[in-house]
């Protein structure tokens, strides 16, 4: 087994070098022929339109034709399409066909042209002239843009084969080689026969084998790259299914270069069908692999670094590789033929695919390639470019000193060489300085240790203060320590609402998505407080961990010294280990951890307690709202009676209970009730009290102790040993204007007789006391009720009212009283009884200003007039 290793990597240097030479000599055969692409001779046609080669008709379309040229004296007209050249059939572009390659000026040349008007096609006779040289500035700018696409394959192959070589043990850097290298051989291989026989058939060979396999390649590699695909583990065959499909056009193109399905197919849905049936396979695949790379790069379920390496992929293939996809489905599907231009546009924009994904490999760590190299790499860059700018900027001054003085001395002369000379040198030596500093911030920049722990640490410091969440912390924590110390793994783990330890971020198997904290490893890291190096042969304590490939554990202690968090690292992607000053760096970050996660908690207990009073707040205010709809929102019509209540309760909901209940026409009970309990609990009571009030009030009328006793044993039975509740239950009766009534041990009410002073109530004879008739309700079962009975004259006012009012304390203890009611009634005793009950209610609320109501304040008011017909 050992022989077997030793010899891999050899192995895999000596494939990847022989796919590197083949892709190299294929790409510089084909740069080759696409800059030998333009002809030495000419018929005079296309020369200001360069339509394309329609690979789907094997034509090529004449868009103009110059006057007097042998093209139009050959008969050649606009809007013919030529199908061949020499008696072969047009394969290829027509300015890379063999006879224009090798043709000479005055050699013949035979054509075969489709002409709209005539039925079969007709043939043609010219003769070649020399092809006129570029020289107008559009024809430079062509000849340009030709320069810069023909050199299309070189990002891809320098990309892919400096990934291979430094990944050669990684399946996927395998993948990514292929992959570019199909990419290299997408294009039409312009001009074949300006390379000898051999060659051209190794460049089609090539061409169909990778160009067939671009496709399927392209899905296969992000089905499974950075991580299988949820679409690749739901349809594994697929990638399957398309390189079996790819490999079937090889076969048939291996001779032309150009992959297709295979014969039989066309036989069987003819040759145009064949092609599209080609075409949506190809561009379904391309499709698929945009699927999988946007489910790696969006999906919840993918692992945040794996999610991290995809959306970096993703926007470099979507800007690169999608708009020239799209325009080449539009030539497949519809025949559009786009411009010079904007085909040079587009080949372009897919520069930026390899070049993007350079950028993810070195900056993203896409390919994990080793610290080191990345490094050294960004080094290079930055350092050759600092020259390359300063060379720039120097010889930009010399050349602006030597245009200036130019103008001022004589052309004979060698002043303004020599004093531009001195000007050089004079800048070359001020300059020094200047580019030795700079080369040397370059230097410390990159060769200084990996990070400074000051920055770090105050970085960390100024964006702890903001952070909202266990993820954000546990996010924050992996961006600082990869960015200083880069390991290949981190996970973190946070204190969970079990005691346990629970997985934040990082890739980690199910098994150990939580720990328990108090396994005796983690016991013992947290007495210690410090970073721990995992020991390469760890004890079974450790046998847990060994999935995570731990190296170094950092425990996150809280203010009691107690296990919060950890700190899981894996091996750094440099291969060295973790150094003193790394393990200082981290029990900082720890700490500074720990005190977030303390504020953290801190916030979560403050915003569940503030959610609980929230909705502690919302569920009285519901509670409210349904007992104010128990207090009468109707007032039964009256003859002989005008009357009001109100209640103001000490809290959102209250346990004082008013009612007006109409017995029968004519008929109308007054009732007010005081429940032995404030809040919720008084007024659970009060609605059990005002239920079975109001289930059988209609006994009142014949039976009012049989009323009060039925409810009195259902309020005894439903409450508990300490409940019970004051009463007064009035009947009035319209038309006698006598009032029956039983007191249940409530306050007494107020009866002020009209006769005497209309404006003094105090006087014994002017009020009368409804006192109690019997004992409370729900206190005893066994209860008896008796009521009395007084009549009602002309202008006597009716005053219910609870102990919210006489026992309402002011700010030095002193209580309202019944005697400043009576005072009140008697100084207002002109107002109606809406405004009088106001009166009343104003009065209490100004007397106990300077303190908080402590119970309900609840009034029943009730006149009967003087002049029948007058109560509302």
Known sequence: MRGRASLRKPLLATLATLLALVAIVYGSLWMYAVRRSRPAVELGFNNHHNPQYDERTHSQSVEDVVEGGPAERAGLRVGDRIIGVNGRALDTDIGS????????????????VERASEPKPLILHGVFRAAALAGTSESLARSSALQITGSFPIPFLLVAFTVLFLRLEEPNAWLLALLFCAFVAAPSFFNPVAISAPLRAFAFAFRAVFFGMLCPLFYLFFAVFPLQSPLDRRFPWLKWAGLLLGICTVFPGLRTGDPSLPGLVA??????????????????????????????SFTAAVPPEARR????????????VVPIVLGRAAVDFTGYHPSFWLDTVLVLVLFLYPLSFAYAVVKHRVMELPVLLRRSARYVLVQRGFIVLMFIVAASAIALFTHVFSRLLRADTNIGMALSAVFGIVLVWTS?????????HI???????????????????????????????AMLLEHHVSEALHPKTLVCYFESGNGGLAAISGTVPTTLETLAASEPVFVELARRGKAWEVPSAGGEELAALVPLAAECLVPILGRGNNLI???????????????????????????????ALENIRLAERMAERMEADRRTAQEMEFARQVQAKLFPQKLPAMKTLEYTGGCIQARKVGGDYYDFLELCPGRLALVLADI???????????????????????MAVHDLPRLLASVNRLFYESSDDASYATLFFADYDDSSRKLRYANCGHLPPLLLRAYGSSHEVSEARNVEWLHSTCTVVGLFEPWH?????????????????????????????????ASRLLDTLGCHSHLPVRRLLQAVVEAVQQFSSGSEQQDDITLVIARSPRIIGSAS
């Open 97 to 112: 066909d063999e006879a224009y390659v090798r043709g000479r000026p005055g050699d013949p040349v035979e054509l075969t």
């Open 267 to 296: 036989h069987l849905v003819g040759s145009r069908n064949a092609d599209l049936v080609g075409a949506s396979l190809k561009y379904a695949l391309l499709a698929l692999g945009m699927i999988s790379l946007a489910q790696n």
């Open 309 to 320: 390496k995809s959306r970096v992929i993703l926007w470099g293939t979507a800007v690169g």
């Open 432 to 440: 020094a300085p200047l580019v030795k500093r700079g080369t040397m």
């Open 443 to 473: 230097d410390r920049a990159f060769f200084r240790s990996a990070y400074d722990s000051r920055i770090i640490l105050h970085d960390l410091a100024e964006k702890t203060r903001t952070v909202g969440d266990r993820r954000q912390l």
């Open 565 to 595: 968090g950890l700190l899981v690292l894996g091996q750094r992607l440099s291969e060295e280990p973790y150094s003193g000053e790394d393990k200082r760096l981290l029990e900082s970050v720890a700490a500074q951890a720990g005190i």
């Open 676 to 698: 032995a309990g404030k809040g919720v609990s008084g007024a659970l009571l009060m609605a059990n009290l005002q239920a079975n009030l109001r289930s059988q009030y209609a």
């Open 785 to 817: 009720c008796e009521t009395a009975e007084v009549q009602l004259a002309p202008g006597d006012t009716l005053v219910l009212y609870t102990d919210g009012i006489t026992e309402a304390e002011n700010a030095d203890g002193e209580e309202f009283g």
